[in-house]
């Protein structure tokens, strides 16, 4: 399954370019999960190569963010929390989770919105909550894309790096091998938590 994201993230990015780019943060900010993580650096590598520009490889990962958390705050604000309740568990979101950030939310206001979305996993959900706020509309297209641009950026900028010292740097392979199988380990271990909670889920459904 983690070797299918690679290489789907991969195939996407290869075949539709920069398209592929927004597509795929279009999907992870309405909270599919498909790492930027994975899809970034990528992107920056192949700027390395000389097929894309680093800043271009950013706008189009931020506005592809824009349209996926367009997709998320719609849900929050057409069905609230309890849509996001039942369905949350399906998008690794538990209730516990959900209300940490609505707390965040409520308590920061609109300006978490921007702030969130330079944060790991936090920055995926935060779309949801504002919609459920009904944030204004405007504003949250605005602070969702100043967001994004600095952590598209700096992660196409690691990807970037890598790329052009990888030839040159010897280390760098085994560096990036012991990189790799820790994070196979943990998507490995988030794939298991994921089947544990749905299945708790259903069992505490059925009784």
């Known amino acids: 399954m983690i070797a299918a994201l690679a290489h789907f993230v991969i195939a996407t990015i290869s075949s539709l370019g920069y398209a592929g780019i927004a597509v795929l943060m279009a999907l992870e900010s309405a909270c599919i999960p498909i790492p930027s993580e994975v899809i970034l650096p990528f992107a920056g590598y192949l700027v390395s190569t000389g097929r894309f520009d680093l800043w271009l490889v950013a706008i189009v990962g931020a506005l592809g963010c824009n349209i996926g958390s367009t997709i998320a705050y719609a849900v929050g604000y057409a069905g609230g929390r309890p849509l996001v309740e039942r369905f949350g568990r399906y998008i690794l979101l538990d209730q516990a989770e959900l209300t940490r950030v609505e707390g965040f939310f409520a308590r920061y206001g609109s300006v978490t919105v921007l702030v969130s979305r330079m944060l790991p996993v936090v920055r995926t959900y935060i779309a949801l909550p504002a919609g459920m706020a009904r944030m204004n509309?405007?504003?949250?297209?605005?602070?969702?894309?100043?967001?994004?641009?600095?952590?598209?950026?700096?992660?196409?900028?690691?990807?970037?790096?890598?790329?052009?010292?990888?030839?040159?740097?010897?280390?760098?392979?085994?560096?990036?091998?012991?990189?790799?199988?820790?994070?196979?380990?943990?998507?490995?271990?988030?794939?298991?938590?994921?089947?544990?909670?749905v299945w708790r889920g259903r069992a505490q459904r059925a009784r």
């Open 137 to 197: 509309f405007w504003k949250f297209q605005a602070y969702t894309f100043i967001g994004s641009l600095p952590w598209c950026l700096a992660l196409a900028y690691v990807g970037f790096r890598l790329g052009k010292a990888w030839e040159t740097n010897p280390r760098l392979h085994a560096v990036m091998h012991d990189f790799t199988i820790a994070t196979v380990a943990v998507l490995a271990g988030l794939i298991v938590w994921y089947g544990v909670r």
